[in-house]
């Protein structure tokens, strides 16, 4: 195509059948409005990540961005009022019938600048003893508290960790954290699902940016703590992990590994049993997403499906010597690896004694 042609981009009626068409002038997508009687042409490509202008949707003159609802007046192409990203606008014409629109905008559209956000700084890891974040995904109420397993050997855990290993700890609880679910930007296309999440960027009120702060910045270890619930990790485990696809989605659209050099272990009790299958999706997940593991990577706990004493439970793990002894082992395991990798120690020439069930062969 020449430069700035007018180019024919069909009958009218085409474009009259819904307020927003999707339209290519040469190789650039247009945005081809139509509301009351009239028509408007701006580029197709939103200015934040590359959204289809065209196939979002109007509000009143503004078309909504399908992505992440940047908005942009349909025929001046400029952005809502106080937001000063325009994209350019077209010009068009009707001769007989048919929509006409040139090749080249009649303005240059605007990108604002936008400050990055903290969480997109380069990852560096800060001077100071290894650093072990245990994220708790029990869920309760916590008006009413009650003891969780998982979360106690977790904590027995964190503790052996400061005291006795001199790391730093940090501890997240889930159920504390206030966290949208996530809203399948991902599925819109994958350069839709950004770093940190498009909610992240959009909702200062979510709290999931401390679980992207500890794993992507913080952390040298992180343990993560789950019961079972009908055979598979918590639901609050799944509400965390789903958010986190914006961290492995990284690899995918920009070649980046958000998670280098850290390690992830896992503590996994429930009443009754599947926690094999709970421990393959952890390690498949969180090594999708740049983790490595110890040796022997989880302990677990469960009394089994005809186990329905569930009330003696709680006991059971209290008292459990091995539990408590294997949780603690579990951290040594994991910060042993994350010493290696950060070269404060040298690779182990013998295999961790672990793997053992809970409780000793009499
Ligand atoms: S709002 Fe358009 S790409 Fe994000």
Redesign the pocket.
Known sequence: MKQNEWQNLGPIENFKKQPLTEALVGKKKVAVSYRDGKFGVVSGT??????P?GRGHLKEDYIV??????TYHRITGKGEPGYPDDVPQYEFEIREGRLWVRSEPVTKGNRSEHPPHPLTRPIERKEGPLRIVGISATAMDPKNPRVSTSELLLQTALDHASSQLKCETKLIKLKDLKFRNCEGYYSKSA??C?WPC?ITQMDKTDEMEQVYEALVHWADVMILATPIRWGSASSLFFKMAERLNCVQNQITIANKVLIQKKVAGFIITGGQDNIQAVAGQLLMFFSELGFHFPQFPFIAHSRGWSAEDMEHNVEAVIKSKELREGAEALMERSVELAAQFLGMKKVADKTARGGRKAHRLV
């Not at 961005?65 to 940047?70: A, I, M, N, T, V």
């Open positions: 939103c200015l934040h990540v590359g959204g202008l961005c399908p992505w992440h609802q940047w350069r839709a950004t498009s």
